[in-house]
């Protein structure tokens, strides 16, 4: 089955600072994935998926960026975080399996 | 825009009681329906997934799915105080991706 490694566990960076995500994923190959970010009170908000290496997609416009060095690798930066940046980061994996698999994410603070 | 909506809740029950948790979605062309289980700090976990209109059983879940109403709901029965959590209703939404609700807040009093 699919494993996803997402770190770090939780940060805390100072508005406009830069930002780097990393996520990788084991045990299965050509997958889907998929960044969500989950804000206070709100809900799941897709933030960038990619179907293959090179390949981004983005669905909501902001200061982020995503690449995808490597079949398993998934990268969300910034260059200049905002206050609302904050939230918690979740990478997903759609694999051979059925729905998806998702990170045990970042916790991300702006101050 | 594809929405799916969800009562934020919380739904509180009463240990072995059944809970009933409901969702609704836009999308008339949707074709698979997932519900995530996300403890308070954690990141979702798949309990459930519905293709087709009926029931569908996994031990104590129960997911229905009636396409034509466009509703899916999950139903938990025996509830016990570790199924507190939010859940999640998620419907795919094209090219593989997947449109979430906001998630209800489950309550499971001993």
């Known amino acids: 089955s699919q494993t996803i490694h997402q770190w770090p566990a939780t940060l805390v960076q100072p508005v406009g600072s830069p930002l780097s995500l990393e996520c990788t994923v084991e045990g299965t190959s050509n997958p889907n994935l998929y960044w969500y970010r989950q804000a206070a009170g709100r809900g799941l908000q897709l933030l960038f998926y990619s179907v293959g290496i090179g390949q981004i997609s983005s669905e909501v416009p902001q200061n982020l960026s995503a690449s995808r060095p490597q079949d398993r690798q998934f990268i969300l930066s910034s260059k200049k975080l905002l206050l609302s940046d904050s939230g918690f980061y979740l990478c997903a994996c759609r694999g051979p399996e059925v729905g998806y698999t998702f990170g045990s994410g970042t916790r991300l603070t702006v101050v | 825009q594809k929405e799916v909506e969800q009562n934020s809740g919380p739904l509180s029950v009463p240990e072995g009681a059944i809970a009933s948790l409901n969702c609704t979605y836009s999308d008339r062309g949707s074709q698979s329906f997932f519900w995530y289980r996300q403890y308070s700090g954690k990141s979702p976990e798949l309990i459930m997934f519905?293709?087709?209109?009926g029931d569908k059983e996994d031990g104590r879940f129960t997911a229905q799915l009636n396409k034509a109403s466009q509703y899916v709901s999950l139903l938990i029965r025996d509830s016990q105080p570790s199924d507190s959590a939010t859940y999640l209703c998620?419907?795919?939404?094209?090219?593989?991706?997947?449109?979430f609700g906001k998630g209800t807040m489950l309550l499971v009093s001993p």
């Open positions: 998620a419907v795919n939404s094209g090219y593989s991706t997947l449109t």
């Open positions: 519905i293709y087709s209109n």
